[in-house]
């Protein structure tokens, strides 16, 4: 099970690299130190692995890294924000209900590891989850309260109301 700490850690780096032009590890390196995390070379190497950073050349024909949804196209940071403030804006974009059926649209790149911090709440009300690059979908038991639901997702999602 990945510590929260990881976890946190890995949200910071998404953050980071779709935020802002990196162009290597070091740069990486410090960045996420000015965030408080301190990691080693070795750490960050297996943290851009498992989360499929890459590497492609922006509008300038800088070669930064990007996140696996960013590889399609040309890479653009956006305007300079605390990771706070990245934070609140990345991540959970809405949830929908059909049937037995949960929708949540997420920022490019972050269903996966939404999906996990869901699927590790161990919530008797979800059979199951499927995450796509900016999709889950969630089956619920039959009978289950979409109220409950939004009530113990907020606890992952702050922005679930």
Same mark, same amino acid.
């Given at each position: ?10 949200? +910071?780096?998404?953050?980071? /690299? ?8 070091? #740069?990486? *390196?410090?960045?996420?130190?000015? $965030?408080?995390?301190? /990691?080693? &070379?070795?750490?960050? @190497?297996? =943290? !851009?692995?498992? !989360?499929?950073? +890459? ?14 949804? #960013?590889?399609?196209?040309?890479? &653009?940071? +956006? $305007?300079?924000?605390?990771? &706070? $403030?990245?934070?609140? *804006? ?11 059926? %949960?929708?949540?649209?997420? &920022? ?16 008797? =009300?979800?059979?199951?989850? /499927? ?8 089956? *619920?038991? $039959? ?15 702050? @922005? %679930?109301?």
């Amino acid at each position: 099970m990945q510590r929260p700490h990881k976890r946190q850690r890995l949200d +910071a780096i998404k953050i980071i /690299v779709s935020s802002r032009e990196i162009l290597n590890q070091e #740069e990486l *390196l410090q960045e996420l130190r000015k $965030e408080g995390y301190a /990691v080693t &070379q070795a750490t960050l @190497s297996r =943290d !851009l692995k498992t !989360l499929k950073v +890459a590497k492609a050349f922006n509008a300038n024909g800088r070669n930064v890294y990007v996140l696996p949804s #960013e590889v399609q196209h040309q890479h &653009q940071p +956006a $305007e300079s924000h605390s990771l &706070q $403030e990245m934070m609140d *804006l990345a991540g959970f974009r809405s949830m929908d209900f059909s049937g037995n059926l %949960v929708v949540i649209k997420t &920022q490019p790149g972050y269903a996966a590891s939404l999906a996990y911090d869901i699927d590790n709440l161990g919530l008797s =009300d979800i059979v199951g989850s /499927v995450a796509g690059d900016d999709t889950i979908i969630l089956v *619920l038991r $039959e009978g289950s309260s979409r109220k409950n639901l939004r009530r113990t997702l907020g606890k992952v999602i702050s @922005s %679930v109301q």
